[in-house]
């Protein structure tokens, strides 16, 4: 059986899961950032059934981009439900994609569980597979902007390409310039 998504109100709330009731039933759903949710609150969650022979478990999303992502960071070698969490529960979706797509590898190793081979696998296996709606154009604008900035300071493609992928997106345009020019030094 697959589930697409439950409407219920949130019953329990733990470090790891929540209790979504829905129609007399109590889910039990593996969730990123459980405090994300509110006790007694009604919610639409995203889910996703997990089974293999020894497991059955529910995972729950706040959006259907954080489950699409869940479903790309599983789909990788060696990246099992509780990295692809891991990361889930340290990032939004958008700066994720960002890192991967910018091949930020330094970004993805800061997660819990993801060492340099992981973060590398990632960004071999999911860059330039990553295009759902809450897409990297916040970031892909502010890289942008840091990029035409650069090229006005005289740099080259080639040279800015090697920096853009290092820069911490979360960050203003004009911390991301000052971030880049130090790291061309």
Do not use: C, H, W
Not at 71 to 81: A, D, T, W
Not at 124 to 145: H, I, W
Not at 155 to 182: C, N, P, R, T
Request: hydrophobic share 40%; proline share 2%.
């Amino acid at each position: 059986m697959m589930y697409g998504y439950i409407r219920g109100v949130v019953t329990k709330i733990t470090p790891k899961n929540i209790i979504v009731e829905n129609n007399g039933i109590g889910y039990l759903l593996i969730v990123s950032n459980p405090y994300n949710f509110q006790k007694n609150k009604e919610y639409l969650v995203y889910v996703y059934q997990y089974v293999r022979e020894d497991t059955l478990d529910l995972y729950g999303f706040m959006s259907e981009e954080e489950k699409e992502l869940f479903l790309k960071l599983i789909s990788v070698n060696g990246i099992g439900p509780k990295s692809a969490l891991s990361i889930l529960a340290s990032g939004t979706v958008s700066e994720i994609m960002t890192a991967i797509e910018t091949r930020n590898d330094a970004y993805l190793r800061k997660f819990p569980g993801i060492g340099a081979k992981s973060s590398q696998q990632i960004i071999l296996d999911l860059r330039g597979k990553l295009n759902f709606e809450e897409n990297v154009s916040v970031s892909n604008s502010k890289l942008s902007d840091v990029e035409a900035a650069l090229i006005a300071l005289g740099y080259s493609k080639k040279e800015i390409s090697k920096v853009l992928g290092k820069l911490d997106v979360s960050q203003d345009v004009g911390v991301l310039i000052k971030q880049a020019l130090q790291k061309m030094m």
